[in-house]
């Protein structure tokens, strides 16, 4: 993987990951733009406790353009964008209108390609291989800035679910507090561990393993099953058999692995609900151990991916109870969703 890091017009980071390492990106941004003015402020719930960011500034963000003024896409044929190169790989760019800012955090935009109709399933193994070197580097660079907790790369997939840019990418929020769902988790692993002397990650995935009816796809290094009380009508949680707690720390077995289990799964989702549904809405979150966490050890790496439709033509919606209570309620039994999931494999 070669790296190259540069900046935009208005001095934000722009980083090019590529495969060769004789590949040269010097395009300089021609774009007359003035800084970003960005004022993120964090309150907390004085009821739960839980942090919430308040971010004014990103009502004006671009939200749905036409594909001939997609800010991906690469700059050619006369159009300019966030990207200055003609063509690219992989590159990440520190979002003009991100929720964290102002020396609360940082969020960057991942773009997997620059083809403008493909989608994180399209994508070949090497190409996915070379995202997950991009992933793993920014959890590295950012986990080192001052005040950072939590790094969490995701990537939301349709409009279902609130994407403004069409343009396959994702996100990466670097946290300077620990998020409540991995407190949540802190938590139920500590409990675990006092009560059983064991860890709750490793016994989750042995049971799951043991059991087998949930689990949706097996190798070497990786397990994907879903979850025995999952929140949304088809989630898959995928581990790495080691326990480990963030994408730095796995082998290179995993690793290898890695690209081709992602891209398995994805394609397995677009195809739950038949050939003539269109593209299954879904997010993918990478669950990784806070960086200030002096037990980090006990958490294990995971990804978590799920999707709101519940059938071709009806949505999950987060209505009174999800929304007004936190108390979810899943309209398809977890062991159907697993079936589902295994049916659609290599279809």
Request: some cysteine; glycine content about 6%.
């Amino acid at each position: 993987m070669k790296k190259t890091v540069t900046t935009l017009a208005d001095g934000r980071e722009l980083i090019y990951y590529d495969a060769r390492a004789d590949t040269v990106r010097d395009a300089v941004d021609p774009r007359p733009l003035t800084r970003a003015v960005s004022r993120s402020e964090i309150r907390y719930d004085e009821l739960t406790g839980d942090p919430v960011t308040v971010a004014s500034h990103r009502q004006d963000r671009t939200y749905l353009p036409p594909a001939d003024a997609c800010p991906l896409c690469p700059s050619r044929d006369g159009r300019e964008s966030e990207i200055p190169e003609k063509g690219y790989e992989v590159a990440v760019f520190e979002n003009r209108f991100p929720s964290l800012s102002g020396g609360v955090g940082r969020c960057e935009v991942v773009c997997f390609t620059d083809d403008h109709t493909d989608s994180f399933a399209d994508l070949t193994e090497e190409r996915a291989a070379l995202v997950l070197d991009a992933w793993t580097d920014r959890t590295a660079e950012l986990s080192a800035l001052p005040g950072v907790e939590q790094v969490y790369c995701f990537e939301n997939r349709g409009a279902e679910i609130g994407v403004t840019l069409p343009h396959a990418h994702g996100q990466i929020y670097a946290f300077p507090y620990v998020t409540p769902r991995t407190a949540a988790m802190r938590r139920r692993i500590d409990a675990h561990r006092e009560a059983t002397g064991r860890n709750l990650f490793d016994d989750v995935v042995a049971r799951e393993k043991r059991d087998g009816e949930r689990v949706v796809l097996e190798t070497d290094h990786w397990i994907a099953f879903v979850p025995y009380a999952a929140h949304w009508p088809y989630e898959v949680h995928l581990h790495p058999k080691r326990r480990v707690p963030d994408l730095l720390a796995l082998d290179g077995g995993a690793r290898t692995e890695c690209p081709q289990v992602l891209l398995e799964l994805l394609r397995r989702f677009d195809r739950i609900f038949g050939p003539d549904a269109p593209p299954t809405p879904y997010i993918a979150a990478w669950h990784q151990a806070p960086f200030t966490d002096g037990r980090r050890e006990d958490f294990g790496l995971h990804l978590e991916l799920f999707t709101v439709r519940r059938a071709p033509d009806k949505l999950k919606f987060l209505a009174g109870t999800e929304s007004g209570m936190g108390a979810f309620m899943n309209d398809v039994r977890p062991e159907d969703a697993a079936r589902r999931l295994r049916e659609v494999a290599s279809a």
